[in-house]
């Protein structure tokens, strides 16, 4: 089933996507701070189980597994776009794909996340990341020419977890609330820890060059763990790295979103990185979250995932309130300030996505 297919299977008149379209779209006209019709609204984690039709495809087909399957990667992408009639497409897939993909012994556990078999905490250890190349994730080529071709109009975010995020899993061997080994490395091995974050950098620029030479119209690279950190070490050990991966996508003039969870102190560094377009957590308002950043940039979000679980009027409500707080912005996309949850009533996505854009219309 094509993206102009309704959810229910009805086929609409199928369009021809040309880049000029997909160009002009609200999504990437608003990371642009161009003016639109109305703001574009998209969901961090909405090709996920809190769809029906997610978790029937995906039954029995470990995650990893399923990111090396272009057809089924692009089914899973392709499902929110109908459901939901979201402004942009986000590529299924995670953020340890390009680490899987140059040998690193990791598996994604049920429950738990990535855990990696042999963490990295010397300088030896190193030798584990090499360069990652183009052939070494054809599926994703394959998987976007497939979807660019689906999607016809609809924009399509490629993404990578930033160096920092990767770093924080290989040091620790899995998922951390402390972060102790990967922080004693900052502090105690300085050298060595930026010498990992580099080489970090070079796969994950590698890994988004090939998702925009394949057709992505825009990339999203999620810190998801730097709200660990204090100002003074994000800017010293972590933004470097971060900013090495933005400069090299610079060329391509696709926009480039930066996202991280409960990053308010850290939102002015994030927005020196480089990127066109700062995602802010549920924690502070965009207004202020402007203010931290200054001008010439875009901002992504910021709904509280768990206001979804309540009645439609309070979800409109608080709705209501990141729209008035985006209203002075040079641009908005709006988000939610992290992914959906598993357990997210779909309907109430749909109904959040018709909302926006009719309170939004120009």
């Given at each position: 089933?094509?993206?102009?297919?309704s959810?229910?299977g009805?086929?609409?008149t199928?369009t021809?996507?040309t880049?000029?379209?997909?160009r002009e779209?609200?999504f990437?006209?608003?990371?642009?701070?161009?003016p639109?019709?109305?703001?574009p609204?998209?969901?961090?984690?909405?090709?996920?189980?809190?769809?029906p039709?997610?978790?029937k495809?995906?039954?029995g087909?470990?995650?990893?597994e399923?990111?090396?399957?272009?057809?089924?990667?692009?089914?899973?992408?392709l499902?929110?776009?109908?459901?939901?009639g979201v402004d942009?497409?986000?590529?299924y897939?995670?953020?340890?794909?390009?680490?899987?993909?140059?040998?690193?012994?990791?598996?994604?556990?049920?429950?738990?996340?990535?855990v990696?078999?042999?963490?990295?905490?010397t300088?030896?250890?190193?030798?584990?990341?090499?360069?990652?190349t183009?052939?070494?994730?054809?599926?994703?080529?394959?998987?976007?020419?497939l979807?660019?071709?689906?999607?016809?109009?609809?924009p399509?975010?490629?993404?990578?977890?930033?160096?920092?995020?990767?770093?924080?899993?290989?040091v620790?061997?899995?998922?951390?609330?402390?972060?102790?080994?990967?922080?004693?490395?900052?502090?105690?091995?300085?050298?060595?820890?930026a010498d990992?974050?580099?080489r970090?950098?070079e796969?994950?620029?590698?890994f988004l060059?090939?998702?925009?030479?394949?057709?992505?119209s825009?990339?999203?690279?999620?810190?998801?763990?730097?709200g660990?950190?204090?100002p003074v070490?994000?800017?010293?050990?972590?933004?470097?790295?971060?900013?090495k991966v933005?400069?090299a996508v610079?060329?391509?003039?696709v926009?480039?979103?930066?996202?991280g969870?409960?990053?308010g102190?850290?939102?002015?560094?994030m927005?020196?990185?480089?990127?066109?377009?700062?995602?802010?957590?549920w924690?502070?308002?965009?207004?202020?979250?402007?203010?931290r950043?200054?001008?010439?940039?875009?901002?992504?979000?910021?709904?509280?995932?768990?206001?979804?679980?309540?009645?439609?009027?309070?979800?409109?409500?608080?709705?209501?309130e990141?729209?008035?707080?985006?209203?002075?912005?040079?641009?908005?996309?709006?988000?939610?300030?992290?992914?959906?949850?598993?357990?997210?009533?779909?309907?109430a996505?749909?109904?959040?996505?018709?909302?926006?854009?009719a309170?939004?219309?120009?």
């Open positions: 089933m094509s993206a102009n297919e959810p229910a009805q086929a609409q199928p021809t996507a880049p000029d379209a997909v779209s609200a990437l006209k608003a990371c642009r701070r161009e639109v019709p109305h703001t609204v998209w969901f961090m984690r909405q090709a996920g189980r809190s769809l039709e997610y978790r495809v995906r039954e087909i470990p995650m990893l399923s990111c090396t399957r272009p057809e089924l990667v692009t089914e899973i992408t499902q929110p776009v109908r459901r939901h942009a497409a986000i590529y897939s995670d953020i340890v794909v390009p680490l899987k993909a140059i040998g690193i012994d990791l598996d994604i556990k049920p429950g738990v996340g990535p990696v078999e042999h963490p990295i905490r300088r030896a250890d190193l030798a584990q990341l090499r360069d990652l183009p052939e070494d994730v054809s599926y994703v080529s394959e998987a976007i020419g979807l660019t071709r689906e999607l016809g109009s609809t399509l975010i490629g993404f990578a977890g930033a160096p920092f995020t990767l770093a924080s899993y290989l620790e061997g899995g998922p951390s609330r402390t972060y102790e080994n990967a922080k004693a490395m900052m502090y105690g091995d300085p050298e060595l820890w990992l974050l580099d970090l950098a796969i994950t620029a590698a060059k090939v998702q925009i030479e394949a057709g992505a825009a990339v999203q690279l999620f810190d998801s763990w730097a660990a950190l204090a070490d994000y800017r010293r050990s972590v933004l470097p790295a971060s900013t933005f400069e610079a060329g391509y003039g926009p480039r979103i930066h996202f969870v409960g990053t102190e850290l939102l002015g560094l927005g020196e990185a480089g990127a066109d377009v700062v995602g802010v957590d924690r502070v308002p965009l207004d202020e979250a402007a203010r950043v200054g001008p010439g940039k875009a901002f992504q979000g910021n709904l509280d995932p768990t206001v979804l679980f309540a009645s439609k009027e309070a979800v409109e409500a608080k709705t209501r990141v729209l008035d707080s985006a209203a002075g912005l040079e641009g908005h996309v709006f988000n939610l300030g992290h992914g959906v949850m598993p357990t997210t009533d779909p309907d996505l749909t109904r959040l996505v018709e909302y926006v854009h309170q939004t219309a120009r």
